[in-house]
């Protein structure tokens, strides 16, 4: 198994080799070894799970604790900038009919690989939003994406509602948009 968490040591005075960007090296406090290790931490198969929850409209990890703000409010917008991504067709969660999905992989702000998914209606903002930036030559994995939660009503249902993502988008930070490519290159997300 592939696993962020898996280190190289190297004894001290030897020539170490040349970091990939997304490494750093540390002394073992125990060895006294130089150990070169990556900046993510990743289980590989299983990233960190954010979800939006369509119902409310709320961000949550796991499934279970809902994502607040500094003073402990549900949080109204979520950011992150992708490493990978992918849009397919699917029956999941148990659901009976094939459904669009969209899957972000990012690194979270605890330096952990994540992954964030979407479907249907939401898709088809993302969509709305790929248009431009496939014109200006850039990918999602360019960008810092930001989702702010909508909600909406039924056409045909008046007392039916629900929230879907809106999508908006500024310039990654180029440093990290090197680094995340890196990574995502040399682990299978």
Not at 52 to 68: A, D, V, W
Not at 127 to 138: D, G, I
Request: charged residues 25%; glycine residues 4%.
């Amino acid at each position: 198994m592939n696993s962020s968490l898996s280190t190289d040591t190297v004894q001290l005075g030897q020539p170490a080799q040349k970091l990939k960007s997304y490494e750093i090296e540390r002394v073992d406090e125990e060895t006294g070894a130089l150990v070169t290790e990556s900046k993510f931490l990743y289980l590989e198969g299983h990233p960190r799970e954010y979800r939006f929850n369509g119902q409310n409209g709320q961000f949550n990890l796991y499934g279970e604790r809902i994502l607040t703000d500094s003073i402990g409010k549900p949080i109204t917008e979520f950011s992150f900038q992708p490493i990978a991504y992918r849009i397919f067709e699917d029956t999941l969660f148990t659901r009976s009919e094939r459904e669009v999905w969209a899957e972000f992989f990012f690194i979270d702000a605890d330096h952990c690989v994540a992954s964030l998914m979407f479907n249907n209606t939401s898709v088809s903002e993302l969509y709305r939003m790929m248009q431009p930036v496939f014109y200006e030559r850039k990918t999602l994995c360019d960008l810092i994406i930001t989702i702010k939660p909508e909600k909406v009503t039924s056409k045909m249902d008046s007392g039916k509602s629900w929230y879907i993502a809106r999508f908006s988008y500024r310039s990654g930070e180029i440093e990290n948009v090197r680094q995340y490519r890196d990574f995502a290159r040399d682990h299978h997300l």
